[in-house]
């Protein structure tokens, strides 16, 4: 077959160019007649995931057992083969997407998307973190992080070698005539998406932008920032020079997949079009988690719940993994590029997160030397700049010097010749340890709570709300992240570089629970510093929280709690002020008769946004302004029906003619497109939930750790586990996630056994 030829060619990173991978695929479909589809193609290239490996690095045979739903449950004699093991199997299932994952953090797009990435590749260069690796680094996510790092790195690159001879590489290797390049131990050390702290940059400077436009009162009383705290703006920096263009220096990076151009001839196939990612997307921090303590479940054993939120996209952001080997036994999620489980239970304790929101970095405004641009002040001096000189490789163009320039603070990334300022960004991203989740490695093999919290000394990033329940029915809270300490400003605004407002090291005074009164600990991405807590971590806009303030009501109010009492708290769809809202159309009539019959379905509504809900839809449509000032002011028919009425037309705009197929899931519709073809694009989901509510739009993956029933433990992940079209496990996963259906985490060995669906061996041997 056509496919076979294309695929089964020797190759090696670095070894085959584009115009070769062309060429081949050309001859092959000259040979072979027909051309084949993109279903067969991707067919052709599915990795192997039944019978026996031989791979070069492994010490021992290595098992993986993957379940109906996906998970691999990898088992091995020691470390070094089980985190080999778990390269080698993200690699099987994911390695287009690590692919792009290395090539956007290392600031590398161009090469591969041609200009329009230069912007990002600049960004990613100038904020990227260059070291040292060395004990600091790699110890502070595990004793033996360099170790785990360095077989991880030795796994992902022995499934390249064995993909390339195989002819089983990702499709999108061929569609793309892209070859995969090798990993190191430093390669998954990127600080990526929310471990790259630049939005607090942005909020600084456009707070800035407004103290310079309205003054500090008023900017400060339209930024409601809770905690409350006057704004000051701090001496030596003058507000009104900080422009648009100040801020476009940190923008521009890509934390989405990227989408290559398609070689010939697979650039002119029927489906060879890129879909839009037209669906709901998650527009704010919508993550939840809470520990339940022993004392207040029908069990006696704690319950542990998370349902953290990101995009949803296609392929998953996260991945579902069991390691097991003498010493580590753990399951849960993890990026695919990082190895261990950053979320999720290992037999003693169970933990989830959150978002903090701590403030993690700060503009420093440099005073120029006028004679040498190349020297910026401190104190009563100046002090040179570090310049480094990188060449970006362009597609179809060519290349591109780039001089990045470092103050004592960090990367400069705007500079105002006409003022002699330049703008600098001290980030905890800087520091050592500070890679996104994979301190997590520390809670793999941690035995209880009180343990826990010891950990968290070294969980620097991504700033998290971590929580803990344990086998001994034990609950624990801590705000952790890198924590910069001001002593003499807040963060909100940008500071002289000359040396009045520095970091006086970083905060060990970080708010933390154990085992507290309410018998529950939980988090929504609200405001949780405790009262007297000073100086704050973060600023954020003022409530209402409501997501927090639903999981506060219901764990509250109820005892006996079961792992179904997590389900239905996950999936809760109710919004307090819909349902308020939704009173107001009671105990009158529309004047319209048109009108009427959904004003008295409003009346009737529960304030649930139910996928199938049409008043739900109707709701979403009608001016907020209005109803809250009908709400203050109490007597509001007619202002209420002439809002309900626009909206009835708005719907119709959005949904068509025909009521009856008028529906909140049309609105809360999440989309699979591929991120090359539409030819493996996947269904789209309609879904309950969004709208602020408890159920918001982006946990693709959640968990439900039962301790009374390890086993009966449960989760959900969508699209599927793989990235590979044409895999059992691409997309499987989510209707049952639509649907509000989980997937049982099967921990023992005796349940993994009984339910495996794929049996690999991996075996020392081959070359």
Known sequence: MRLICVSGFARHPGGVTVATLAFLAFICACAEGPTASFEELAQAQLPQIDGRIEVPGLDAEVEVLRDPWGIPHIYASGLDDLFFAQGFVQAQDRLWQMEMYRRAGEGRLSEVL??????????????????????????????????????????????????????????????????????????????????????????????????????????????????????????????????????????????????????????????????????????????????????????????????????????????????????????????????????GHNGRIAWGLTIVGTDQSDVYVEQVNPDNPKQVRWADGWEELRTITETVQVRDGDPVTLELEFSRHGPIFHRDPENNLAYAMRSTMHEPGTTGYLAGLRLNVVSDCSGFLEEMRYWLAPTENMICGDADGNIAWQAAALSPSRPNWHGRLPVPGTGEFEWDGFRDDLPTEYNPERGWVGTANHDIHPPGYDPPLFFKTAGPFARFARVQEVLNAGSDFTPEDSRLLQQDAYSASGARHAALFGGWTASDADVEPYRAELAAWNGVFDRDSRAAAIYRRIDGDVLEQVAGEGDGAAALEAALAAALGQIASDQGDDPAEWRWGRDHRNEFPHALVTAYDLPSAERSGGAGTVAATGATYRHIVDFADLDGSLFTNAPGQSGRPGSPYYGNLTEDWANREYSPMLFSREAVEAQAENRLVLAPGGS
């Open 114 to 343: 041609g200009a329009e990435a230069l912007q990002h590749d600049h960004v990613a260069r100038l904020l990227m973190f260059r070291g040292p690796f060395d004990d600091a680094e790699f110890t502070t996510y595990h004793p033996e992080g360099r170790r785990i790092l360095e077989a991880f790195a030795s796994g992902i690159n022995a499934y390249i070698d064995h993909a390339t001879a195989a002819g089983e590489l990702p499709v999108e290797f061929l569609l793309t005539g892209l070859e995969p390049e090798y990993w190191s131990a430093e390669t998954p050390l990127l600080r990526m998406q929310t471990a790259m702290p630049v939005a607090d940059v942005r909020r600084e400077l456009q707070l800035a932008l407004r103290v310079a436009e309205l003054g500090p009162e008023e900017a400060n009383r339209q930024a409601n920032p809770t905690p409350w705290r006057e704004l000051e703006v701090p001496a030596g920096v003058d507000m009104t020079l900080i422009s648009g263009d100040v801020l476009a220096g940190v923008t521009g990076f890509r934390n989405a997949m990227s989408s290559p151009p398609l070689v010939a001839p697979y650039d002119g196939w029927t489906g060879s079009e890129m879909a839009l990612n037209l669906g709901a997307r998650e527009t704010s921090p919508g993550s939840n988690n809470w520990a339940i303590h022993g004392s207040r479940t029908a069990s006696g054993h704690a319950i542990v719940a998370n349902d953290p939120h990101r995009g949803v996209t296609n392929p998953s952001l996260r991945y579902v993994v069991h390691l097991d080997a003498p010493g580590w036994t753990t399951i849960g999620s993890t990026e695919p590029v990082l190895p261990g489980v950053a979320i």
